[in-house]
């Protein structure tokens, strides 16, 4: 049973454009969570999906920032008109529930230049 | 709003003490208290937890202690190794609700000295 796979591992995009980051869970898993986190610093909640719903996007900035988890396919975080203050470590989680533990992919480093 | 302190932020250790990590959370209502280690460029990885009905859980030479009343839980790490050093977040979160909104500490960069 494959772990959490993120892709890519590192993501370099210039100030103005798309960054999309991925996310397939576990097998067997069908909630998904992101999580920022910044050099030197903890995990900041971003945002909590369900299969094709957003459960909690509470931590996720109201511009720019957008995710979704489709039916078919992985999880999609999606940052718009990148910043270098977007740059950081975005990690992935799942869990078969949400009152289980969450198990947390490799991350993806998105360096903005 | 939700919030998780964690102290030291730097622990350096002899290979065999004892390293200890404390937390204190602020929402009531968290029940649940997962600890992860994190290794340079690695994600975190689960390494014990421990739900509000229990005081103390033992994982080999790993323990968890949680106090509800003072809103405290610690992580004990005994005879520590090299493969030990690494950086630690403890989290906290209401299970409830049913949603999902881990707070996690600011994390502890665990030293140990061979």
């Known amino acids: 049973n494959a772990g959490v796979m993120q892709n890519p591992r590192h993501l370099v995009r210039r100030r103005g454009q798309e960054a999309r980051l991925r996310c397939s869970p576990m097998?067997?898993?069908?909630?998904v969570y992101w999580y920022r986190q910044l050099p030197e610093e903890g995990l900041k909640f971003m945002v909590y999906?369900?299969?094709?719903?957003?459960?909690?996007e509470s931590g996720m900035p109201k511009e720019r920032f957008s995710a979704e988890f489709p039916k078919e396919g992985p999880s999609i975080l999606r940052i718009q008109q990148v910043v270098r203050g977007d740059s950081a470590a975005y990690f992935c989680a799942s869990s078969p529930q949400d009152s289980s533990e969450a198990f947390f992919g490799q991350g993806t480093r998105l360096t903005v230049v | 709003g939700e919030n998780v302190e964690q102290h030291p932020s730097t622990l350096s250790v002899q290979e065999g003490d004892s390293a200890v990590i404390k937390c204190t959370y602020s929402?009531?209502?968290?029940?649940?208290f997962p600890w992860y280690k994190q290794e340079l460029g690695k994600g975190p990885q689960l390494i014990i937890d421990?739900?509000?009905?229990?005081g103390e859980k033992k994982d080999q030479r790993i323990a968890v202690t949680l106090n509800k009343t003072a809103k405290h839980f610690s992580l004990h790490i005994t005879e520590t190794q090299p493969e030990d050093s690494a950086v630690y977040f403890c989290a906290a979160r209401s299970t409830d609700t049913g949603g999902f909104k881990t707070i996690f500490g600011a994390g502890t960069r665990l030293f140990v000295k061979a």
């Open positions: 097998k067997g898993h069908s909630h």
């Open positions: 421990i739900r509000s009905n229990v």
């Open positions: 929402d009531s209502a968290s029940n649940y």
């Open positions: 999906l369900q299969k094709e719903n957003i459960i909690d």
